[in-house]
């Protein structure tokens, strides 16, 4: 079994910073990509930005100059540095991983979500 715990998130005033945190655990053999996406209040789930374990990163263009994505593949952690903070941002931001496990070969996994509330 395989779990990403996510970390980090809170209520920040615009123009503020906060950083997430995903940790992936279990009988993993290999990580192959890991994001991150967030998911409005009537919004669907939208990818916010990307990284394959080569270190390629691929980010939405709304975030683009505000946030960094970054990886340690020791650690099996993926993180998401968000600075210049906006009241749009508030979101659920979840974490994903595409894994191949022992148990369960090569497959899409989620965090449980954490809520980043940007406001004054």
């Known amino acids: 079994q395989v779990q990403l715990v996510e970390s980090g998130g809170g209520l920040v005033q615009p123009g503020g910073s906060l950083r997430l945190s995903c940790a992936a655990s279990g009988n993993i053999l290999n990580i192959y990509a890991m994001g991150w996406y967030r998911q409005a209040p009537g919004n669907q789930r939208e990818l916010v930005a990307a990284?394959?374990?080569?270190?390629?990163?691929n980010y939405a263009e709304f975030v683009k100059g505000r946030f960094t994505i970054s990886r340690d593949n020791a650690k099996n952690t993926v993180y998401l540095q968000m600075n210049s903070l906006k009241p749009e941002d508030t979101a659920v931001y979840y974490c994903?991983?595409?894994?191949?496990?022992?148990?369960?070969?090569?497959?899409?996994?989620w965090g449980q979500g954490t809520q980043v509330t940007v406001s004054s």
């Open positions: 994903n991983a595409d894994v191949r496990a022992l148990a369960n070969g090569r497959r899409d996994y």
């Open positions: 990284i394959t374990s080569g270190g390629t990163i």
